[in-house]
Every structure is written in structure tokens, then in C-alpha cells.
Nanobody
Framework: QVQLVESGGGLVQAGGSLRLSCAAS????????MAWYRQAHGKRRELVAA???????HHADSVKGRFTISRDNDKNMVYLRMNSLKSEDTGVYYC??????????WGQGTQVTVSS
């Protein structure tokens, strides 16, 4: 059964930190590069960060130096540590396989709201 469950979002002041977690089913996680995406209100979903199974990472320029993606292969978990949050980081954050399409399966996401 395909399942993605994101958690850890919330309301935080600018400059604050959050750690997002994603529990992924084995069928998604086992051999995949995983990624965090976000969607701000009225905007398209965008890639925030990605990580291969071996641990190589990519972070979008807008979050480089502030966000860190990681994964625990034994627990089928993906994490996103977010520091120095800005108002423009506000949105719904999703995890999924890297390269997934909009009409593929997505979890419910977790809302991050940064107040300025």
C-alpha cells in the first residue's frame, strides 16, 4: 500500500526553525530518491530538496544554507530541517519520490506558516 504521511509543520516566527518528518511506505521509499516539495497559496508546487538513497543531496537555491534534507533508510523516514525561516517559506510541504508528477499519489502535506 502506497502511503506518505508528513508531519511537523506549524506556525513559527521569522527566523525560527522547524523539523518536518515524512513516513513513507516501503514501496515508495526502498529504491527511490526522495524529495520535499512545497506549494504556496496560488502557486505551483516546487522542489525544495532531494536526497538519494546513498545520501547525496540537492537543495534549491532559495533554501540552500538554511534547510537540510536527510533520511533514515532503516525507518523509511525522510526529514527536512528548516532554519532561519522566512515568510516566503510559507506553504504546504509534501514529501514524495523525486520526479513524481502532479497527478501521481501525494500525501496530505503539512502546513508551514512563517509570520513576519
Amino acid at each position: 500500500q502506497v502511503q506518505l504521511v508528513e508531519s511537523g509543520g506549524g506556525l513559527v516566527q521569522a527566523g525560527g526553525s522547524l523539523r518536518l518528518s515524512c513516513a513513507a511506505s516501503g514501496s515508495i521509499f526502498s529504491s527511490s530518491s526522495m524529495a520535499w516539495y512545497r506549494q504556496a497559496h496560488g502557486k505551483r508546487r516546487e522542489l525544495v530538496a532531494a536526497i538519494t538513497r546513498a545520501g547525496s543531496t540537492h537543495h534549491a537555491d532559495s533554501v540552500k544554507g538554511r534547510f537540510t534534507i536527510s533520511r533514515d533508510n532503516d525507518k523509511n523516514m525522510v526529514y527536512l530541517r528548516m532554519n532561519s525561516l522566512k515568510s516566503e517559506d510559507t506553504g504546504v510541504y509534501y514529501c514524495n519520490q523525486l520526479g513524481v508528477r502532479d497527478n501521481d499519489y501525494w500525501g496530505q502535506g503539512t502546513q508551514v506558516t512563517v509570520s513576519s
